[in-house]
């Protein structure tokens, strides 16, 4: 019912720029949590960043912390990752995901993914 999509991946070099975008058919809940995550082959998936859906309190992990920007507009029903000064490491495939009330699961709407390479 709930359908995210990906877009705005693409190949840059380092110290490039890129933005992602994540567009919700519609609203999820009133209240919601969006995430940003992303795996490279062989890994596992890694949590980069989250903003609830009022656009409270921003969270990072420690390996993107000042390079990326999370950001959400409700007119469009989109969340925004800027990435700044990217890093070969940043390569992988980004996905966003939608936590929702009852908030039990860690998230229950993934997106399909977009491609980030990263090259040196």
């Known amino acids: 019912q709930v359908q995210l999509v990906e877009s705005g991946g693409g190949t840059v070099q380092a110290g490039g720029s890129l933005r992602l975008s994540c567009a919700a058919s519609?609203?999820?809940?009133?209240?919601?949590?969006v995430g940003w995550l992303r795996q490279a082959p062989g890994k596992e998936r890694d949590f980069v960043a989250q903003i609830f859906s009022y656009g409270g309190n921003p969270h990072y992990a420690d390996s993107v912390k000042g390079r990326f920007t999370i950001s959400i507009d409700n007119a469009k029903n989109t969340v925004y990752l800027q990435m700044n000064d990217l890093k070969p490491e940043d390569t992988g495939i980004y996905y966003c995901?939608?936590?929702?009330?009852?908030?039990?699961?860690?998230?229950?709407?993934w997106g399909q993914g977009t491609q980030v390479t990263v090259s040196s």
């Open positions: 995901a939608v936590d929702v009330p009852p908030f039990v699961a860690e998230y229950d709407y």
């Open positions: 519609g609203r999820p809940a009133n209240m919601y949590r």
